[in-house]
T-cell receptor, first 116, second 113 residues
Framework: GAGVSQSPRYKVAKRGQDVALRCDPISGHVSLFWYQQALGQGPEFLTYFQNEAQLDKSGLPSDRFFAERPEGSVSTLKIQRTQQEDSAVYLC??????????????FGPGTRLTVL | LAKTTQPISMDSYEGQEVNITCSHNNIATNDYITWYQQFPSQGPRFIIQGYKTKVTNEVASLFIPADRKSSTLSLPRVSLSDTAVYYCLVGDISAGGNNDMRFGAGTRLTVKP
C-alpha cells in the first residue's frame, strides 16, 4: 500500500514569506508527527496529533509555526514569516496507534525548505 | 529519559559484518531499545526492536547484554546500499505520543567497495 507522502519535496522561500507543507499519512493511522531535521542532525520533534487532536506541540520553535489536521488524516505544517534558520528538512510520520517507541512510525520523504 | 551514546561515524567494506554499539546506562525497567535507519533524502525507517538477549529479523540482529546498559546492532555482510545513518532510541514501549522518540545524531555508516 501507499506510504506517507509529503508535498512539495522541495520549497524555496524568500525570507518573510509564508509556507505550507502537506503530509498525507498512511490511511487509518491514528497518530501523526512532524519533525524538523537540520543538516547532519537527527530528526527533532515538532508536534503530534492523535486523530484531529493536537496533543503535543512542545517542539514548535516559535509561534510562527502552526500545524493542523482538521479531519484526522491530512496534515499541514505552516510557517509564517520564514527566517533563514527555518531552513531544514521537515519530516512527517504516522503510526497506527498512539505513538511512542512501541508503535512503529512510518516516515515520509520529507520537504526540504530553503529560506533565502 | 534514558540517554543514548553512539559513535558518530563508522566505515566498513562490502561483505563485512558491522556492529554498532549504543550505550544507555540509565535505561529503565520498562524501556525497550529500538533502531531506525535513514538513507540520504529519505525519512528514517524502523529496523529492529528488543528488550533483552537477542532479536533477529531479515535485516539485522540486536544483541542486548543482561545488564541492558548497552546494545549492539549487527548488520551481516553489508553492501554499498547499507550506507546510511543508524539511530538508537530507548524508551517505554507503553508510552504513547512523542515520548522517548529522541533520535540524536545517530551513527553514519559508510560502506566502501
Amino acid at each position: 500500500g501507499a506510504g506517507v507522502s509529503q508535498s512539495p519535496r522541495y520549497k524555496v522561500a524568500k525570507r518573510g514569506q509564508d509556507v505550507a507543507l502537506r503530509c498525507d499519512p498512511i490511511s487509518g493511522h491514528v497518530s501523526l508527527f512532524w519533525y524538523q531535521q537540520a543538516l547532519g542532525q537527527g530528526p527533532e520533534f515538532l508536534t503530534y496529533f492523535q486523530n484531529e487532536a493536537q496533543l503535543d506541540k512542545s517542539g514548535l520553535p516559535s509561534d510562527r509555526f502552526f500545524a493542523e489536521r482538521p479531519e484526522g488524516s491530512v496534515s499541514t505544517l505552516k510557517i509564517q514569516r520564514t527566517q533563514q534558520e527555518d531552513s531544514a528538512v521537515y519530516l512527517c510520520a504516522s503510526s497506527l496507534r498512539r505513538g511512542g517507541v512501541g508503535d512503529t512510525q512510518y516516515f515520509g520523504p520529507g520537504t526540504r525548505l530553503t529560506v533565502l | 529519559l534514558a540517554k543514548t551514546t553512539q559513535p558518530i561515524s563508522m566505515d566498513s567494506y562490502e561483505g563485512q559484518e558491522v556492529n554498532i554499539t549504543c550505550s544507555h546506562n540509565n535505561i529503565a525497567t520498562n524501556d525497550y531499545i529500538t533502531w531506525y535507519q535513514q538513507f540520504p533524502s529519505q525519512g528514517p525507517r524502523f529496523i529492529i526492536q528488543g528488550y533483552k538477549t537477542k532479536v533477529t529479523n531479515e535485516v539485522a540482529s540486536l544483541f542486548i547484554p543482561a545488564d541492558r546498559k548497552s546494545s549492539t546492532l549487527s548488520l551481516p555482510r553489508v553492501s554499498l546500499s547499507d550506507t546510511a545513518v543508524y539511530y538508537c532510541l530507548v524508551g517505554d514501549i507503553s508510552a504513547g505520543g512523542n515520548n522517548d522518540m529522541r533520535f540524536g545524531a545517530g551513527t553514519r555508516l559508510t560502506v566502501k567497495p
